[in-house]
């Protein structure tokens, strides 16, 4: 193997970079979109209800409502199940943000359990030690296209009368003992923002097979109107307002988004698997696992890193790849690298809205919850190690892959041998360190 770019050698890969968020947007979308701005019809109209149609179909769900965006989805799911002041939401520390703030948007209190080892789903055992009598409802992640384990999560719900919202903001497609994802729970969550499986730009949506449920929700989607009294509806405002409706160009796009759903996920598990089989046998690194309990997609390609065996952490790693070509250091300070979050300055701080601490110290909380590090061990451990590594995005062609696989073990290997000759690693700068924030 040749020497690290970063001592002297050359780079795996220069020049063109590696896709990561392009959207797929061929013929057809364009299309789509087309015909519906000839109509005249940019916002919410028909392609929305033949979008919603073609989601509900193909999960097999009995209801769909399109929306703003994944975040909103979580949203109108929590408005409807009643969560308000002064109750708990069991969340996941190993997620984007927008999946533990939504417990924040009806006032009530994220409480974070902690993750399995190996999966990074939700934790059932130590679910259930986070339950209270202020316990409500339930957000299980399917982080990067993961199924969580949800019978016992299911089982918990049913135990103690709560809510269980799927966010399945990456894993459409994605099957827990047979049933697709989002199916399981009360309400499945999705995001179609640009880069997701399947795209809208901006945009989300909820799935349910229950019609209180939906009729709620889609209220909360639409300025809080009554879907039953259909126009009279305009002038009928029983509950405080939002606007998250998806428009008419978005739905357009989305429903030949459906139309190409299985093929866009059977390439991204295509490509999982190859960097799998080049990757599995490269020391120091461990490849994804496939849970028992279904099947995954891939969303995002994620590598498990063993500083023991490396000899260093996973910022050198990081900056080492960046220097062959094939990794963005720009990721160092977004959503690609995961603080756990528990430990983000929202919950550090409690800071809630309008100046206040609500709903963490409220009257009509009679809880304590204090956040910080040593709460979810097990993610935090996970926040250090584990790396995502590349989308696993349809276009990308064999070369990324090879190029990918091949800048990964050129740079394990290259640390297993500095470990063994007792050579310092330290290509990570102090600018380097001060992307990942404070701590």
Request: proline share 6%; glycine share 8%; charged share 25%.
């Amino acid at each position: 193997m040749s020497s690290l770019a970063l001592d002297g050698g050359t780079p795996v890969r220069s020049g063109k970079p590696l896709l990561v968020e392009t959207d797929v947007f061929e013929d057809e979308e364009l299309q789509a979109l087309l015909a519906v701005a000839l109509k005249k019809k940019l916002r919410r109209a028909e392609a929305a209800l033949d979008y919603e149609r073609a989601l509900a179909d193909w999960f097999g769900a009995k209801h769909a409502i399109a929306v703003s965006n994944g975040t909103t989805a979580l949203h109108i799911a929590l408005a409807a199940f009643g969560i308000g002041p002064g109750d708990e939401v069991i969340v996941t520390p190993y997620t984007f943000i927008a999946s533990d703030s939504c417990v924040m948007e009806q006032n009530a209190v994220p409480i974070f359990a902690d993750v399995d080892p190996r999966y990074l789903t939700l934790d059932p055992a130590d679910v259930e030690r986070k339950i209270t009598r202020r316990t409500k409802a339930i957000i299980p992640v399917s982080i990067m296209g993961t199924p969580v384990d949800l019978d016992p999560i299911m089982e918990l719900a049913r135990k103690h009368n709560l809510w269980v919202v799927e966010d399945c903001a990456q894993s459409p497609g994605a099957t827990y003992k047979g049933k697709k994802v989002g199916t399981i729970g009360h309400v499945g969550t999705f995001s179609t923002i640009s880069g997701k499986i399947t795209s809208t730009g901006e945009g989300g949506f909820v799935i349910t097979n229950d019609d209180d449920l939906y009729d709620k929700m889609w209220g909360y989607m639409d300025f809080a109107r009554k879907r039953s009294l259909g126009a009279a509806s305009k002038y009928h405002w029983g509950l405080p307002c939002t606007n998250y409706r998806i428009t008419n160009m978005q739905a357009a796009i989305g429903i030949e988004q459906v139309k190409k759903m299985d093929r866009l996920i059977a390439k991204r598990n295509e490509n999982a698997r190859y960097l799998t089989e080049r990757l599995k046998d490269v020391p120091g690194i461990e490849t994804p696992q496939e849970p028992p309990w279904g099947e995954r997609v891939y969303y995002y390609y994620a590598i498990r890193i063993r500083p023991e065996i490396l000899g260093t952490d996973m910022l050198n790693f990081a900056v080492a790849l960046a220097a062959e070509g094939i990794y963005d250091l720009g990721y160092l300070s977004t959503t690609r690298w995961i603080i756990p979050q528990h430990l983000q300055p929202l919950f550090l701080t409690k800071s809630g809205y309008g100046k206040t601490k609500c709903p963490f110290e409220c009257p009509l909380y009679d809880g304590h919850v204090e956040y910080g590090p040593g709460l979810c061990p097990v993610a935090e451990q996970a926040c250090e190690e584990t790396f995502w590594l590349t989308s696993a995005h349809p276009l990308l062609e064999p070369g990324d892959l090879d190029d990918i696989a091949t800048a990964v073990e050129k740079v394990a290997t290259a640390f297993v041998a500095k470990k063994a000759a007792g050579t310092p690693i330290a290509y990570a700068t102090a600018e380097h360190r001060a992307k990942l924030g404070p701590g």
